[in-house]
């Protein structure tokens, strides 16, 4: 068997070589398809689930794109009554708010007073010209900027609502002065015939004070304007301090109310010249008068709301 008959016996035969092999091999293949079996499986659940999340996730966006598209083509209903019953609860919620607000309304209502019926006045009264008249008005609203300067000074050292309470005594002072005393001292003398309609203008006074009613005049409008210049830069200023956060969030804020209030007192101005100009009565023939103590009146009230409620006109 040749030199090396050991080694040649060790040798194992082929058929069992080749038996070893096939039987070597077809465990390694059987083990191959059941792991690629495995991972086929396994990969088969996992694209499946990760389809149902990808469909799912793009229901979700379709969903959610069709509800904004339906918000988007509805337009909000904005319903006015419980707005302003809101606003209304808001206002009323610091009593110093609706107290600035009706200050603000009077000092709107008394500057459109003087101004409409100045021209009117001068002419009956002192016979100035158009001229004269706007020269007069010029001058006092180039008072404005140091009115302002001054009361912003004096109410932050003596403080807001002191302030307003001076000016409103101030100005219930100038309509005093403004008052055409003579006209009622003559006014006695048609006591029977007071409420009796008059067609002629013999009813019109033209004298005012005898010989003081220009220097009269010049003093109570200067007074009552420079009050109301004070009271309007005041009454914002408080009223910006005073107001609700909820408010000022609102639709309807202070930055809405106060022109509101300020045209609403221009428009019961405009309507007293109108009804004093159209009075036919013996009682309001005297136009100074007529506007003095309507004014006066009503200064009296915004007084008297705001002493009653004087602690309360403070910083929230």
Same mark, same amino acid.
């Given at each position: 068997?040749?030199?090396?008959?050991?080694?040649?016996? !060790?040798?194992?035969?082929?058929?069992?070589? !080749?038996?070893?092999?096939?039987? /070597?091999? /077809?465990?390694?293949?059987?083990?191959?398809?059941?792991?690629?079996? $495995?991972?086929?499986?396994?990969?088969?659940? !996992?694209?499946?689930?990760?389809?149902?999340?990808?469909?799912?996730? !793009?229901?979700?966006?379709?969903?959610?794109? =069709?509800?904004?598209?339906?918000?988007?083509?509805?337009?909000?209903?904005?319903?006015?009554?419980?707005?302003?019953?809101?606003?209304?609860?808001?206002?009323?919620?610091?009593?110093?708010? +609706?107290?600035?607000?009706?200050?603000?309304? $009077?000092?709107?209502?008394? *500057?459109?007073?003087?101004?409409?019926?100045?021209?009117?006045?001068?002419?009956?009264?002192?016979? @100035?010209?158009?001229?004269? =008249?706007?020269?007069?008005?010029?001058?006092?609203?180039?008072?404005?900027?140091?009115?302002?300067?001054?009361?912003?000074?004096?109410?932050?050292?003596?403080?807001?609502?002191?302030?307003?309470?001076?000016?409103?005594?101030?100005?219930?002072?100038?309509?005093?002065?403004?008052?055409?005393?003579?006209?009622?001292?003559?006014?006695?003398?048609?006591?029977?015939?007071?409420?009796?309609?008059?067609?002629?203008?013999?009813?019109?006074?033209?004298?005012?004070?005898?010989?003081?009613?220009?220097?009269?005049? @010049?003093?109570?409008?200067?007074?009552?304007?420079?009050?109301?210049?004070?009271?309007?830069?005041? =009454?914002?200023?408080?009223?910006?301090?005073?107001? +609700?956060?909820?408010?000022?969030?609102?639709?309807?804020?202070?930055? *809405?109310?106060?022109?509101?209030?300020?045209?609403?007192?221009?428009?019961?101005?405009?309507?007293?010249?109108?009804?004093?100009?159209?009075?036919?009565?013996?009682?309001?023939?005297?136009?100074?008068? =007529?506007?003095?103590?309507?004014?006066?009146?009503?200064?009296?009230?915004?007084?008297?709301?705001?002493?009653?409620?004087?602690?309360?006109?403070?910083?929230?």
């Amino acid at each position: 068997c040749g030199p090396f008959p050991e080694i040649v016996d !060790d040798l194992p035969e082929s058929n069992e070589l !080749d038996t070893k092999d096939h039987a /070597s091999l /077809s465990a390694s293949d059987h083990d191959d398809h059941r792991y690629r079996d $495995f991972f086929r499986t396994r990969s088969t659940s !996992d694209s499946a689930g990760i389809f149902k999340k990808l469909l799912a996730q !793009d229901s979700f966006e379709e969903s959610v794109q =069709s509800k904004l598209n339906s918000l988007r083509l509805e337009r909000p209903k904005v319903r006015v009554v419980p707005v302003l019953k809101r606003t209304k609860k808001l206002v009323m919620y610091n009593i110093a708010l +609706p107290i600035t607000l009706l200050v603000y309304g $009077f000092v709107s209502l008394s *500057v459109e007073v003087l101004f409409t019926s100045c021209a009117i006045i001068t002419h009956r009264y002192f016979q @100035w010209s158009s001229n004269n =008249s706007g020269y007069f008005l010029t001058f006092l609203t180039s008072l404005i900027l140091p009115i302002y300067l001054l009361s912003s000074y004096w109410s932050a050292r003596d403080g807001e609502r002191t302030f307003i309470k001076k000016a409103l005594l101030m100005m219930m002072a100038g309509f005093l002065i403004l008052a055409n005393y003579e006209a009622l001292l003559i006014l006695p003398r048609q006591i029977r015939d007071l409420f009796h309609k008059e067609t002629t203008d013999t009813s019109e006074t033209k004298y005012y004070d005898w010989n003081l009613g220009l220097t009269q005049y @010049w003093i109570g409008v200067m007074m009552i304007f420079i009050c109301s210049v004070s009271l309007e830069g005041l =009454s914002l200023s408080l009223m910006s301090k005073v107001s +609700p956060e909820k408010l000022n969030r609102s639709q309807i804020n202070c930055g *809405v109310l106060a022109p509101i209030i300020f045209c609403l007192g221009r428009v019961a101005g405009d309507t007293i010249i109108v009804m004093v100009g159209f009075h036919h009565r013996v009682i309001f023939g005297d136009m100074v008068n =007529s506007i003095s103590f309507i004014l006066l009146f009503l200064c009296c009230c915004c007084f008297h709301v705001v002493k009653k409620h004087y602690f309360f006109l403070n910083e929230i």
